[in-house]
T-cell receptor
Framework: AQKITQTQPGMFVQEKEAVTLDCTYD???????LFWYKQPSSGEMIFLIY??????QNATEGRYSLNFQKARKSANLVISASQLGDSAMYFC???????????FGQGTELSVKP | DSGVTQTPKHLITATGQRVTLRCSPR?????VYWYQQSLDQGLQFLIQ???????AKGNILERFSAQQFPDLHSELNLSSLELGDSALYFC????????????????FGSGTRLTVV
């Protein structure tokens, strides 16, 4: 069965510090994609970063990087230099290539303290 | 603006009623996905359409149905509404239903917040 697990329901981080949000996945497919989305209190889903299963380099997008460890089936999101505006829910998701739907984890609520 | 338009943004209705949620995909996208986000179930895939045809079904109740029209907009119909149907309903669109690589521009709309009272 395909599944995404986020074990941190909530996290706190001090402004300007780095934070890692955990994500593990389970799939028997060789070809898959991993996403991270941010959902602020307003509700919209904001795409942050993507990692393909065949990508050898870890993905980076500005202050976001994805620590992809394929053998461990983990895809942790690292946010460097946290900002107050980073306070939000963060979802890890996996795309299965047949059909394209996303499977989401339960999310991690990040709070950035000034 | 993500390019995916969902209307209405908010909807309050009574139990037993029927509502229709509308989604216009990003220009050029042929595939539309519907998701439900509720407090107890999290984010769940409901159904996918590609160029007018149903491609995949998830945890969609029999009281719910969807369709994609020739102009590619999609509608999600929810009937015999129950309190537990209160949720945020997202539509997402992409160019193709599958791809060999890349995120192929998977884009979410801003959602419709449904409250059943």
């Amino acid at each position: 069965a395909q599944k995404i697990t986020q074990t941190q329901p909530g996290m706190f981080v001090q402004e300007k510090e780095a934070v890692t949000l955990d994500c593990t996945y389970d799939t028997s497919d060789q070809s898959y994609g991993l996403f991270w989305y941010k959902q602020p209190s307003s509700g919209e889903m904001i795409f942050l970063i993507y990692q393909g299963s065949y990508d050898e380099q870890n993905a980076t997008e500005g202050r976001y990087s994805l620590n992809f460890q394929k053998a461990r089936k983990s895809a942790n999101l690292v946010i460097s230099a946290s900002q107050l505006g980073d306070s939000a829910m963060y979802f890890c998701a996996m795309r299965v290539y047949q059909g394209g739907k996303l499977i989401f984890g339960q999310g991690t609520e990040l709070s950035v303290k000034p | 603006d993500s390019g995916v338009t969902q209307t209405p943004k908010h909807l309050i209705t009574a139990t037993g009623q029927r509502v229709t949620l509308r989604c216009s995909p990003r220009s050029g996208d042929l595939s539309v996905y519907w998701y439900q986000q509720s407090l107890d179930q999290g984010l769940q895939f409901l159904i996918q359409y590609y160029n007018g045809e149903e491609r995949a079904k998830g945890n969609i109740l029999e009281r719910f149905s969807a369709q994609q029209f020739p102009d590619l907009h999609s509608e999600l119909n929810l009937s015999s509404l129950e309190l537990g149907d209160s949720a945020l309903y997202f539509c997402a669109s992409s160019v193709a239903p599958r791809a060999s690589g890349g995120n192929y521009g998977y884009t979410f709309g801003s959602g419709t917040r449904l409250t059943v009272v």
